[in-house]
């Protein structure tokens, strides 16, 4: 087993600095002893991402249904400030077109125009087309989520180009919180946010933090609920429960994590189990083989662990 900290100073120092931040991604799974050291490894690892200059998200499968990738989306779109990532990609465009915004007074087309003595109208013909080549053809990006990203900075502009209501709408789109897809038409966004394009988003996600001034996309993901196998008493419920199924599809999902790290960039996973998910049958590594072959260190070192393996154990805190 490995102490929290030697670990945590261990992915700063192999992932968080010089292989993530420089487009490379990673899935890995911890075993902390006990809940003291599965909390101490959170915050450790939350203090070394936003150190090391990441967006950090926390996923807990007992709030977010984990079985659902589009619900994981969610949840870590909830905890970034989307607007701020926008002001950072328009700042970038009015700098190559030419018309870099003060520091101060935010990036108002209409405030840009008086400070440089420009026709309103044709400042926001140069930046619509930096934004398009800057965002809207960044094909790193899926088609949805250039398409939002791109809205979210034309909303900055305060052009009268996105509304206040459509800009509410890609924000409740991408946070799953939109009710009715219809009110995005105007936007060209057509489909909403499910299991079939979550994957694809997710990755764009983690690229659109890479060139908006931040290291990348740094995910806690505790999946120590899954092993819960009876749920307590209706008084003492709390949060999600999984069933055999929705376990099964929840490794399914760690299982297409794993596999798509060729697919990724500037993302790191940590998945953080209970002991019980190595030696529980029913609902461990053993029930999933697909999952287990990819990540289960059958020939390993008694007495020294591997810090690089997919699978490291950690010392009580």
Known sequence: MIPVDEYVSFLAREYLRGYVDQGGAAVKFVVPADDVSAAAF?????????????????????????????????????????????????????????????????????????????????????????????????????????????????????????????????????????????????ALIFR???????????????????????????IELDIRRLGVARRPSPAERSGHYYTKASLLDAYEVLRQLVDNTDEMANCIIMVVASPAFLSDSPRGLDAYQALKLRIFDEVRDRHRDNPFSALVRLEAA
């Open 42 to 186: 959170r915050d450790r690892f939350e203090a070394a991402g936003s150190d090391a200059g990441y967006a950090v998200a926390n996923v807990d499968a007992a709030n977010t249904r984990v079985h659902l990738l589009e619900q994981v989306f969610f949840d870590v779109a909830r905890q970034l400030d989307w607007d701020q990532l926008a002001v950072v990609a328009t700042r970038k465009a009015l700098a190559a077109a030419g018309y870099p915004a003060p520091l101060e007074g935010g990036v108002a087309l209409d405030r840009l125009a008086a400070h440089y003595r420009v026709d309103v109208r044709e400042l926001k013909r140069d930046v619509d087309r930096q934004l398009q080549r800057s965002v809207h053809q960044d094909y790193s990006m899926v088609q949805e989520f250039r398409t939002a990203m791109l809205r979210l900075c034309q909303a900055q502009l305060r052009s009268g180009q996105v509304v206040d209501a459509e800009h509410a709408a890609v924000l409740d789109w991408l946070r799953g919180d939109l009710r009715q897809i219809s009110v995005l038409r105007s």
């Open 192 to 218: 909403r946010i499910g299991r079939h394009n979550a994957r694809h988003l997710l990755f764009s996600l983690a690229h659109w933090l890479a060139v908006n001034d931040r290291a990348g996309l740094a």
